[in-house]
Protein backbone atom coordinates (compact mmCIF):
# COMPACT_ATOMS: atom_id res chain seq x y z
CA UNK A 1 0.00 0.00 0.00
CA UNK A 2 1.47 3.31 -1.00
CA UNK A 3 1.60 5.53 2.16
CA UNK A 4 2.21 9.56 2.61
CA UNK A 5 1.79 11.44 5.33
CA UNK A 6 3.16 14.43 3.64
CA UNK A 7 -0.07 15.80 2.81
CA UNK A 8 -0.21 19.52 4.46
CA UNK A 9 -1.20 19.61 8.09
CA UNK A 10 -3.55 20.90 10.12
CA UNK A 11 -1.49 20.33 13.26
CA UNK A 12 -2.90 21.10 16.88
CA UNK A 13 -1.70 23.68 18.77
CA UNK A 14 -1.49 25.21 22.44
CA UNK A 15 0.59 28.38 24.31
CA UNK A 16 -2.58 28.88 26.44
CA UNK A 17 -3.48 32.69 26.18
CA UNK A 18 -7.13 31.88 26.99
CA UNK A 19 -7.39 34.04 29.59
CA UNK A 20 -5.96 37.38 27.66
CA UNK A 21 -7.36 37.65 23.83
CA UNK A 22 -4.74 38.07 21.71
CA UNK A 23 -6.35 38.18 18.19
CA UNK A 24 -10.25 39.68 16.73
CA UNK A 25 -12.07 37.13 15.50
CA UNK A 26 -14.72 37.39 13.61
CA UNK A 27 -17.01 34.69 14.63
CA UNK A 28 -18.20 33.94 17.67
CA UNK A 29 -20.38 31.61 20.02
CA UNK A 30 -19.26 28.30 19.03
CA UNK A 31 -19.12 28.61 15.57
CA UNK A 32 -15.33 29.31 15.43
CA UNK A 33 -14.18 26.51 12.70
CA UNK A 34 -10.45 24.47 12.54
CA UNK A 35 -7.83 27.27 12.17
CA UNK A 36 -9.84 30.50 12.47
CA UNK A 37 -9.07 33.38 14.01
CA UNK A 38 -9.98 33.64 18.05
CA UNK A 39 -10.04 35.49 21.15
CA UNK A 40 -11.42 32.54 23.48
CA UNK A 41 -12.26 29.24 24.01
CA UNK A 42 -16.30 29.98 23.40
CA UNK A 43 -15.62 30.98 19.98
CA UNK A 44 -14.60 27.96 18.66
CA UNK A 45 -17.11 24.85 17.85
CA UNK A 46 -16.98 21.68 19.11
CA UNK A 47 -14.16 19.69 19.50
CA UNK A 48 -11.89 22.82 19.43
CA UNK A 49 -9.92 25.32 21.68
CA UNK A 50 -8.46 28.84 21.10
CA UNK A 51 -4.99 28.45 20.84
CA UNK A 52 -1.86 29.30 19.34
CA UNK A 53 2.10 27.59 18.61
CA UNK A 54 5.01 30.69 18.89
CA UNK A 55 7.20 27.87 18.56
CA UNK A 56 6.25 27.87 15.04
CA UNK A 57 5.91 31.34 14.77
CA UNK A 58 2.12 30.98 15.00
CA UNK A 59 1.30 33.66 17.56
CA UNK A 60 -2.54 34.56 16.79
CA UNK A 61 -4.44 32.41 18.14
CA UNK A 62 -6.85 29.82 16.46
CA UNK A 63 -9.51 27.54 17.00
CA UNK A 64 -7.21 24.39 17.26
CA UNK A 65 -8.54 20.34 17.24
CA UNK A 66 -8.76 19.07 20.91
CA UNK A 67 -10.56 15.54 20.24
CA UNK A 68 -10.06 12.31 17.74
CA UNK A 69 -12.37 10.37 15.96
CA UNK A 70 -12.51 6.80 16.65
CA UNK A 71 -11.85 5.25 13.31
CA UNK A 72 -13.55 1.80 14.36
CA UNK A 73 -16.69 4.12 14.75
CA UNK A 74 -16.70 4.67 10.50
CA UNK A 75 -15.07 1.58 9.59
CA UNK A 76 -15.38 -1.84 11.73
CA UNK A 77 -15.13 -5.44 11.21
CA UNK A 78 -11.39 -5.44 11.10
CA UNK A 79 -8.51 -6.91 12.90
CA UNK A 80 -7.28 -4.57 15.91
CA UNK A 81 -3.71 -4.35 14.54
CA UNK A 82 -5.32 -2.59 11.58
CA UNK A 83 -6.52 0.55 13.27
CA UNK A 84 -4.05 3.50 14.50
CA UNK A 85 -4.47 4.87 18.10
CA UNK A 86 -3.33 7.78 19.96
CA UNK A 87 -1.28 7.00 23.67
CA UNK A 88 -0.45 9.77 26.08
CA UNK A 89 3.36 9.23 27.40
CA UNK A 90 3.38 9.12 31.13
CA UNK A 91 -0.61 9.84 31.01
CA UNK A 92 -0.70 10.32 35.03
CA UNK A 93 2.31 13.23 35.06
CA UNK A 94 -0.08 15.69 34.68
CA UNK A 95 1.03 19.56 35.84
CA UNK A 96 -2.84 20.27 37.42
CA UNK A 97 -2.18 17.02 39.94
CA UNK A 98 -1.78 18.05 43.21
CA UNK A 99 0.94 16.81 45.51
CA UNK A 100 -0.55 13.40 47.35
CA UNK A 101 2.95 13.00 49.94
CA UNK A 102 2.61 16.65 51.48
CA UNK A 103 5.89 17.28 49.65
CA UNK A 104 6.51 19.76 46.88
CA UNK A 105 6.58 17.54 43.98
CA UNK A 106 9.74 17.72 41.53
CA UNK A 107 9.82 15.93 38.50
CA UNK A 108 9.16 16.35 34.71
CA UNK A 109 5.57 16.20 33.49
CA UNK A 110 4.28 15.57 30.38
CA UNK A 111 0.27 15.52 30.06
CA UNK A 112 -2.13 19.12 31.22
CA UNK A 113 -5.13 16.86 31.83
CA UNK A 114 -6.60 14.10 34.01
CA UNK A 115 -6.57 10.74 32.75
CA UNK A 116 -10.42 10.67 32.52
CA UNK A 117 -10.59 13.53 30.35
CA UNK A 118 -7.53 12.17 27.45
CA UNK A 119 -9.89 9.10 27.51
CA UNK A 120 -12.86 11.56 26.91
CA UNK A 121 -10.63 13.43 24.32
CA UNK A 122 -10.48 10.16 22.28
CA UNK A 123 -6.82 8.70 23.77
CA UNK A 124 -7.00 5.42 23.84
CA UNK A 125 -3.56 4.14 25.08
CA UNK A 126 -1.67 4.98 28.67
CA UNK A 127 1.65 4.21 29.64
CA UNK A 128 2.11 4.03 33.65
CA UNK A 129 4.89 4.00 35.71
CA UNK A 130 4.31 1.78 38.41
CA UNK A 131 6.44 1.82 41.53
CA UNK A 132 6.30 0.35 45.23
CA UNK A 133 5.92 3.55 47.65
CA UNK A 134 4.36 3.60 50.59
CA UNK A 135 3.55 0.04 51.05
CA UNK A 136 1.54 0.08 48.24
CA UNK A 137 1.49 0.57 44.14
CA UNK A 138 2.14 4.51 42.85
CA UNK A 139 2.28 5.96 39.58
CA UNK A 140 5.55 7.69 39.92
CA UNK A 141 7.74 9.79 37.61
CA UNK A 142 11.34 8.95 39.37
CA UNK A 143 14.69 7.59 38.25
CA UNK A 144 16.65 3.99 38.84
CA UNK A 145 13.06 2.25 40.48
CA UNK A 146 12.90 4.25 43.09
CA UNK A 147 9.78 6.39 44.23
CA UNK A 148 10.49 9.10 46.56
CA UNK A 149 7.77 11.61 47.79
CA UNK A 150 8.88 14.54 45.62
CA UNK A 151 8.09 12.19 42.21
CA UNK A 152 5.17 10.52 43.17
CA UNK A 153 1.84 11.08 41.98
CA UNK A 154 -1.04 9.00 43.17
CA UNK A 155 -1.82 5.22 43.81
CA UNK A 156 -1.87 3.62 40.84
CA UNK A 157 -5.77 2.50 41.92
CA UNK A 158 -7.06 5.66 41.44
CA UNK A 159 -5.75 6.05 37.86
CA UNK A 160 -7.38 2.13 37.30
CA UNK A 161 -10.65 3.05 38.54
CA UNK A 162 -10.64 5.81 36.31
CA UNK A 163 -10.08 3.69 33.24
CA UNK A 164 -12.73 0.91 34.87
CA UNK A 165 -15.28 4.25 34.72
CA UNK A 166 -14.80 5.02 31.15
CA UNK A 167 -14.85 1.30 29.98
CA UNK A 168 -17.95 0.67 31.72
CA UNK A 169 -20.01 3.79 30.62
CA UNK A 170 -18.30 3.62 27.23
CA UNK A 171 -19.21 -0.17 26.24
CA UNK A 172 -18.09 0.01 22.54
CA UNK A 173 -14.46 1.81 23.31
CA UNK A 174 -11.28 -0.30 24.19
CA UNK A 175 -8.04 0.90 25.84
CA UNK A 176 -4.61 -0.79 26.04
CA UNK A 177 -2.27 0.13 29.27
CA UNK A 178 1.93 0.37 28.93
CA UNK A 179 3.31 -0.43 32.44
CA UNK A 180 6.38 0.51 33.00
CA UNK A 181 6.59 -2.13 35.83
CA UNK A 182 8.93 -1.34 39.37
CA UNK A 183 6.29 -3.29 41.36
CA UNK A 184 8.07 -6.20 42.67
CA UNK A 185 5.42 -7.38 45.39
CA UNK A 186 4.67 -10.79 44.45
CA UNK A 187 1.18 -10.71 42.34
CA UNK A 188 1.36 -7.38 43.24
CA UNK A 189 -0.20 -6.20 39.56
CA UNK A 190 -2.91 -9.05 40.03
CA UNK A 191 -4.39 -7.91 42.72
CA UNK A 192 -4.24 -3.96 42.27
CA UNK A 193 -6.22 -4.45 38.55
CA UNK A 194 -8.17 -7.10 40.95
CA UNK A 195 -9.22 -4.34 43.50
CA UNK A 196 -9.51 -1.85 40.55
CA UNK A 197 -12.65 -4.62 39.18
CA UNK A 198 -10.77 -4.26 35.32
CA UNK A 199 -10.21 -8.38 35.68
CA UNK A 200 -13.48 -8.12 33.52
CA UNK A 201 -12.58 -6.33 30.93
CA UNK A 202 -8.80 -8.23 30.50
CA UNK A 203 -7.39 -9.80 27.25
CA UNK A 204 -6.14 -12.92 28.24
CA UNK A 205 -2.49 -13.32 27.62
CA UNK A 206 -3.64 -16.93 26.55
CA UNK A 207 -5.91 -15.45 23.79
CA UNK A 208 -3.35 -13.27 22.08
CA UNK A 209 -2.03 -13.64 18.77
CA UNK A 210 2.00 -14.43 18.31
CA UNK A 211 4.61 -14.73 15.81
CA UNK A 212 2.85 -11.56 13.28
CA UNK A 213 -0.85 -13.35 13.23
CA UNK A 214 -3.62 -10.89 13.25
CA UNK A 215 -5.33 -9.86 16.44
CA UNK A 216 -9.07 -10.68 16.58
CA UNK A 217 -11.33 -8.05 15.19
CA UNK A 218 -12.81 -5.09 17.00
CA UNK A 219 -16.42 -6.40 16.58
CA UNK A 220 -15.15 -10.13 18.19
CA UNK A 221 -12.90 -8.26 21.32
CA UNK A 222 -16.02 -6.11 22.17
CA UNK A 223 -18.35 -9.50 21.87
CA UNK A 224 -15.81 -11.06 24.11
CA UNK A 225 -15.57 -8.20 26.61
CA UNK A 226 -11.70 -8.27 25.61
CA UNK A 227 -11.52 -4.09 26.16
CA UNK A 228 -8.60 -3.52 27.71
CA UNK A 229 -5.30 -5.00 26.73
CA UNK A 230 -2.35 -4.90 29.47
CA UNK A 231 1.00 -5.02 28.77
CA UNK A 232 4.33 -4.84 31.19
CA UNK A 233 7.82 -4.14 30.80
CA UNK A 234 8.94 -7.15 33.39
CA UNK A 235 8.99 -10.54 31.17
CA UNK A 236 8.20 -12.38 34.16
CA UNK A 237 5.17 -11.32 35.17
CA UNK A 238 4.06 -13.31 32.17
CA UNK A 239 4.13 -16.43 33.89
CA UNK A 240 3.72 -15.80 37.13
CA UNK A 241 0.24 -12.83 37.10
CA UNK A 242 -0.57 -13.59 33.41
CA UNK A 243 0.13 -9.93 32.52
CA UNK A 244 1.53 -10.18 28.63
CA UNK A 245 5.09 -8.94 28.53
CA UNK A 246 5.51 -5.55 26.23
CA UNK A 247 7.87 -6.87 23.47
CA UNK A 248 6.09 -10.44 22.45
CA UNK A 249 3.23 -8.79 21.15
CA UNK A 250 4.41 -5.51 19.91
CA UNK A 251 7.36 -3.85 18.01
CA UNK A 252 8.76 -0.40 19.31
CA UNK A 253 10.81 2.44 18.10
CA UNK A 254 13.30 4.20 19.98
CA UNK A 255 11.96 6.67 22.75
CA UNK A 256 13.23 10.45 23.76
CA UNK A 257 15.65 11.83 21.48
CA UNK A 258 16.91 8.82 20.04
CA UNK A 259 13.37 8.45 18.53
CA UNK A 260 13.14 12.19 17.10
CA UNK A 261 16.20 12.12 14.84
CA UNK A 262 14.62 13.13 11.21
CA UNK A 263 14.47 10.19 8.80
CA UNK A 264 15.72 7.67 11.41
CA UNK A 265 13.51 5.06 13.25
CA UNK A 266 15.91 2.18 15.00
CA UNK A 267 13.93 -0.12 17.01
CA UNK A 268 13.95 0.13 20.90
CA UNK A 269 16.58 -2.23 22.36
CA UNK A 270 14.08 -4.66 23.68
CA UNK A 271 11.88 -4.49 20.77
CA UNK A 272 12.41 -6.83 17.48
CA UNK A 273 13.37 -4.72 14.47
CA UNK A 274 10.38 -2.93 13.06
CA UNK A 275 10.24 -4.98 9.87
CA UNK A 276 10.50 -8.18 11.62
CA UNK A 277 7.06 -9.29 11.45
CA UNK A 278 7.66 -10.52 14.83
CA UNK A 279 4.70 -9.36 16.19
CA UNK A 280 1.66 -7.51 14.67
CA UNK A 281 1.26 -4.39 16.93
CA UNK A 282 3.51 -1.56 16.34
CA UNK A 283 3.99 1.34 18.77
CA UNK A 284 5.49 4.62 17.77
CA UNK A 285 7.42 7.03 20.21
CA UNK A 286 7.56 10.71 19.37
CA UNK A 287 8.50 13.03 22.75
CA UNK A 288 11.50 14.60 23.65
CA UNK A 289 13.72 12.90 26.77
CA UNK A 290 13.25 16.21 28.28
CA UNK A 291 10.00 17.58 28.03
CA UNK A 292 8.58 21.18 27.40
CA UNK A 293 5.32 21.77 27.24
CA UNK A 294 5.96 24.99 24.69
CA UNK A 295 7.60 22.72 22.24
CA UNK A 296 5.03 20.82 22.00
CA UNK A 297 3.13 22.40 19.73
CA UNK A 298 5.84 22.01 17.29
CA UNK A 299 6.78 18.49 18.16
CA UNK A 300 3.23 17.24 17.12
CA UNK A 301 2.63 19.18 14.17
CA UNK A 302 4.66 18.40 10.75
CA UNK A 303 7.89 17.07 12.25
CA UNK A 304 5.58 14.12 13.86
CA UNK A 305 4.13 13.73 10.53
CA UNK A 306 7.56 13.11 9.12
CA UNK A 307 8.77 10.68 11.84
CA UNK A 308 5.46 8.64 11.06
CA UNK A 309 6.40 8.01 7.24
CA UNK A 310 10.37 7.53 8.52
CA UNK A 311 8.99 4.79 10.63
CA UNK A 312 6.40 3.70 8.38
CA UNK A 313 9.49 3.11 5.60
CA UNK A 314 11.71 1.54 8.56
CA UNK A 315 8.37 -1.09 9.53
CA UNK A 316 8.30 -2.10 5.95
CA UNK A 317 5.61 -0.42 5.22
CA UNK A 318 3.17 -0.73 8.37
CA UNK A 319 1.62 1.45 9.76
CA UNK A 320 1.74 2.46 13.32
CA UNK A 321 -0.90 1.22 15.71
CA UNK A 322 -0.23 2.93 18.72
CA UNK A 323 1.54 6.92 18.59
CA UNK A 324 2.70 8.03 21.92
CA UNK A 325 3.21 11.72 22.76
CA UNK A 326 3.84 14.13 25.25
CA UNK A 327 0.93 17.28 26.15
CA UNK A 328 -1.68 15.59 23.14
CA UNK A 329 -3.47 19.12 22.84
CA UNK A 330 -1.13 20.86 21.91
CA UNK A 331 -0.39 21.12 18.32
CA UNK A 332 -0.15 24.37 15.54
CA UNK A 333 -3.68 23.75 14.16
CA UNK A 334 -5.07 19.73 14.16
CA UNK A 335 -1.80 17.76 15.47
CA UNK A 336 -2.08 14.14 16.03
CA UNK A 337 -5.83 14.08 15.94
CA UNK A 338 -5.51 15.21 12.45
CA UNK A 339 -2.31 12.47 11.68
CA UNK A 340 -3.69 9.83 13.19
CA UNK A 341 -7.33 10.53 10.61
CA UNK A 342 -4.77 10.42 7.89
CA UNK A 343 -3.35 7.40 8.79
CA UNK A 344 -6.76 5.61 9.37
CA UNK A 345 -7.83 7.00 6.60
CA UNK A 346 -5.05 5.80 3.99
CA UNK A 347 -4.82 2.14 5.73
CA UNK A 348 -8.25 1.75 6.02
CA UNK A 349 -10.40 2.83 3.37
CA UNK A 350 -7.34 4.29 0.89
CA UNK A 351 -9.08 8.01 1.39
CA UNK A 352 -6.97 11.45 3.02
CA UNK A 353 -8.63 11.41 6.19
CA UNK A 354 -10.93 8.32 8.14
CA UNK A 355 -13.86 11.47 8.19
CA UNK A 356 -13.85 10.51 4.62
CA UNK A 357 -14.27 6.58 4.64
CA UNK A 358 -17.48 5.08 4.18
CA UNK A 359 -19.11 1.89 6.25
CA UNK A 360 -19.13 -1.03 3.97
CA UNK A 361 -17.86 1.23 0.80
CA UNK A 362 -14.60 -0.59 -1.46
CA UNK A 363 -11.33 0.78 -0.81
CA UNK A 364 -10.73 4.07 -2.06
CA UNK A 365 -14.42 4.57 -2.34
CA UNK A 366 -14.41 8.17 -0.17
CA UNK A 367 -17.15 11.23 0.43
CA UNK A 368 -16.72 14.41 0.19
CA UNK A 369 -15.39 16.06 3.55
CA UNK A 370 -15.02 19.55 5.05
CA UNK A 371 -11.96 21.37 3.78
CA UNK A 372 -9.13 22.01 6.23
CA UNK A 373 -10.40 24.91 7.32
CA UNK A 374 -13.62 23.35 8.70
CA UNK A 375 -13.63 21.39 11.51
CA UNK A 376 -13.43 17.45 10.81
CA UNK A 377 -17.09 16.02 11.07
CA UNK A 378 -18.04 13.82 13.57
CA UNK A 379 -18.51 10.59 13.41
CA UNK A 380 -21.44 10.19 15.90
CA UNK A 381 -20.63 8.27 18.32
CA UNK A 382 -17.12 8.75 18.27
CA UNK A 383 -16.33 11.98 19.31
CA UNK A 384 -15.81 12.19 23.44
CA UNK A 385 -16.15 15.42 25.14
CA UNK A 386 -13.63 16.16 27.34
CA UNK A 387 -13.15 19.49 28.50
CA UNK A 388 -10.06 21.86 28.33
CA UNK A 389 -8.10 21.56 31.54
CA UNK A 390 -4.59 24.10 31.44
CA UNK A 391 -4.37 26.37 33.74
CA UNK A 392 -0.28 26.92 33.27
CA UNK A 393 0.97 29.85 30.50
CA UNK A 394 3.92 28.48 29.69
CA UNK A 395 6.21 25.41 30.93
CA UNK A 396 5.57 24.45 34.39
CA UNK A 397 8.61 23.29 34.09
CA UNK A 398 10.13 26.07 36.21
CA UNK A 399 12.06 26.23 39.94
CA UNK A 400 10.73 29.49 40.94
CA UNK A 401 8.49 28.83 43.37
CA UNK A 402 9.75 26.15 44.97
CA UNK A 403 11.59 24.80 48.12
CA UNK A 404 14.81 24.79 48.55
CA UNK A 405 14.96 21.44 49.62
CA UNK A 406 12.73 20.37 46.64
CA UNK A 407 14.59 22.60 43.95
CA UNK A 408 17.68 20.63 45.35
CA UNK A 409 15.71 16.91 44.38
CA UNK A 410 14.49 18.90 41.60
CA UNK A 411 18.42 19.60 39.74
CA UNK A 412 19.65 16.18 41.31
CA UNK A 413 16.76 14.60 39.27
CA UNK A 414 17.93 16.36 36.08
CA UNK A 415 21.83 15.43 36.52
CA UNK A 416 20.69 11.62 37.11
CA UNK A 417 18.29 12.08 33.79
CA UNK A 418 21.00 12.90 31.66
CA UNK A 419 23.78 10.79 32.38
Request: charged share 15%; glycine share 6%; with cysteine.
Amino acid sequence: MAFSITLPLLALSLSISFLVPTSFSACSLHSCQLSDACSSNDDCAAGLYCGSCPATGKKQTTCTRAQAIQPASIVNGLPFNRYTWLVTHNSFSNVNEPSNTGVQRATFYNQEDTVTNQLRNGVRGLMLDMYEFDDDIWLCHSFQGQCYNFTAFEPAINTLKEVETFLTENPTEIVTIFIEDYVHTQMGLSKLFTNADLVKYLYPVSDMPTNGKDWPTVTEMLAKHYRLLVFTSDASKEASEGIAYQWRYLLENESGDLGMVPGSCPNRKESHPLNSGYASLILQNYFPTIPVESDACKENSASLAQMVQACYNAAGNKVPNFIAVNFYMRSDGGGVFDIQDRINGLALCGCSSIAACQAGAPMGSCKNTAPPSQTPPSSGGGVYSGTLQFSFPSSSFSLQHVSPVAKLHHILLIIVLLL
